[in-house]
């Protein structure tokens, strides 16, 4: 097992390379993510302040 | 149309020798940072030869950017790059003349201070006339391209700032190929393919970059 | 230049997000997928390389984010170019999308790339390599094509004046990929793709093929979730939208 983590000697380069990709390819998630959600949340929020009728309607549905 | 271009060229022109003093401004700046190199580097001889062509390349290409905001800014604020556009004369016309009075007037100089500013930097005397024959090939393809950028931001109240970031690094053909040029004369050797490459890149920009440059002004100024 | 129908039903953004809608859990989990066994594959079952070792394993995230962080520009300056010439709007939504995605691939390309050099050239750096100094050009071209799009209040001369931009940057990617490698090369040959003669071993080659694509499908799955932001951003006062916002379970 210690050797598979020490990859021959190369394990700061091994594990750094694939350490970086996963936080890039994490955080991309992430914010593609919030963005979406995000977006979705301002139109709500928008309906909300525009008609107290849509404010009846979004309020039950949660 | 060639008349067209006859007349914005030498408006463009007259306009910026009635203010000779922001004429010298580019190239001021180039003579500075070309100078401020060696202070922060070293006085020796060698290491100066090994990086001037690099360093004046450099400062050449930041120089050209400084006169960015006299090409299309003031005309668009006071209205006149509107009618221009609005006019019969194709706005391919308009760019071309106005990049060849930006040309003339910014980079052409520069082609004849860089070899003296190479005596700074311990060039041999034998390696300036191709340097300056490589500045004088990459600079239409640099002048099209510092007119792209001050296109694209004309409608920016800050452009300047962003204009350094799109602009540079398209011009790193120019600048491999120029300083390539001028290391390979600087050892006796023949510097004709980079300066093929150099002319090839000025016609494709001079060709094409009009284009791009009076859609981004349509653009930019709707 | 007239366009088929479809593409028009396409190019409509609620046939588009409903569509992305659709296709964005399926993406997830296939990318999950892909991407956990290749990782598996590649850094358990694979046999080292007898020249390099271990440090050969990088080529699982390296080769992936490369390929991935200079193709996405294409996909880039060709949807900002539709988006230009047919003034559709949906196109410049992709085009936004893409951006941030592409510099995030060709960042992870760079990173592994210099970590992988070390061991392999003794070097982090080498600007001799064509590869490294082209993407970092690239990465300033998507940089650019991002800080030029937010510099604009009005979204629509955002969009339009972005994409001429795009389109010059996707001319001066050869040349300066050329240039580059006229200076002075030093990488080596790409290792798959030669379908003639593969110089990689299958054992080898499998993982690889895996990574690349749980990336791409990863970069689908990102794509989606921003296009889908991107889209909700623009047509905020859209009918469809504000009913879709409104349905329970969103």
């Known amino acids: 097992m210690t050797d598979f983590f020490a990859m021959g000697g190369y394990a700061a380069y091994v594990w750094s390379a694939y350490g970086i990709t996963l936080l890039v390819l994490v955080v991309s998630a992430w914010t593609a993510r919030r963005r979406r959600l995000d977006a979705l949340e301002r139109v709500r929020q928008m309906l909300l302040q525009q008609s107290p009728r849509r404010q009846a309607t979004v309020r039950t549905m949660e | 149309m060639n008349s067209a271009f006859v007349v914005i060229l030498r408006r463009d022109l007259q306009i910026a020798f009635r203010r000779v003093s922001e004429l010298a401004n580019p190239l001021l700046f180039f003579v500075i940072v070309a100078s401020l190199f060696p202070l922060a580097l070293s006085p020796d001889a060698a290491q100066l030869r090994s990086v001037g062509t690099g360093v004046l390349w450099v400062a050449a290409l930041l120089s ?18 509107e009618q221009l556009m609005l006019s019969p004369v194709p706005a391919t016309i308009t760019a071309l003349a106005k990049v060849t009075a930006h040309w003339l007037v910014t980079v052409v100089p520069l082609v004849v201070l860089m070899p003296m500013l190479g005596l700074l930097f311990y060039l041999p005397l034998e390696a300036l006339p191709v340097m300056a024959f490589a500045l004088l090939l990459a600079t239409p393809t640099l002048s099209v391209l510092v007119a792209l950028g001050a296109a694209l931001t004309v409608s920016l109240r800050r452009g300047g700032s962003i204009v350094g970031l799109l602009v540079l690094p398209l011009t790193a053909p120019l600048l491999i190929f120029g300083t390539r040029a001028a290391d390979l004369s600087l050892h006796g050797e023949s510097a004709a ?23 981004a002004l349509k653009v930019g100024l709707d | 230049m007239p366009l088929p129908r479809w593409f028009h039903i396409l190019g409509s953004p609620p046939h588009a ?28 079952l694979a046999p080292p390389d007898y020249q390099m070792g271990d440090s050969f394993r990088i080529i699982y995230v390296h080769v992936p984010a490369a390929y991935l962080g200079t193709r996405l520009y294409l996909l880039l300056a060709v949807a ?79 969009d ?91």
């Open chain 2, 64 to 81: 050209s950017l400084l006169a960015l905001e006299g090409l299309f800014r003031a005309d668009a604020d006071d209205g006149s790059l």
């Open chain 2, 193 to 215: 393919g980079p300066l093929y490459l150099l002319a090839a890149l000025a016609v494709f920009a001079v060709a094409l970059g009009p284009l791009a440059i009076a859609a």
């Open chain 3, 17 to 44: 997000y409903r569509l992305a809608e659709v296709c964005r859990p399926w993406a997830g989990w296939l990318a999950l997928l892909l991407l956990v066994g290749g990782t598996f594959a590649g850094l358990v």
């Open chain 3, 80 to 158: 900002a170019a539709i988006g230009f010439i047919w003034r559709i709007k949906l196109a410049h939504a992709v085009a936004a999308s893409v951006a941030p995605l592409g510099a995030a691939f060709v960042i992870v390309a760079m990173a592994t790339g210099a970590i992988w050099g070390k061991p392999m050239w003794g070097t982090y750096w080498q600007w001799g390599d064509a590869r490294l100094v082209s993407w970092l050009v690239q990465l300033f071209l998507y940089v650019g094509y991002m800080a030029l799009h937010a510099s604009f209040d009005d979204r629509d001369k955002a």
């Open chain 3, 160 to 250: 339009r004046v972005s994409a001429i931009l795009a389109v010059v940057g996707i001319v001066n990617v050869p040349i300066i990929y050329y240039s580059v490698e006229w200076w002075t090369t030093l990488h080596q040959g790409p290792t798959i793709m030669k379908f003639d003669r593969p110089s990689i071993k299958d054992d080898m080659l499998i993982p690889l093929l895996m990574m690349i694509a749980g990336f791409v499908v990863c970069f689908v799955w990102l794509l989606l979730n921003r296009l889908q932001g991107e889209i909700v951003e623009r047509e905020r006062d859209a009918r469809w939208l504000q009913q879709l916002a409104t349905e329970p379970g969103k």
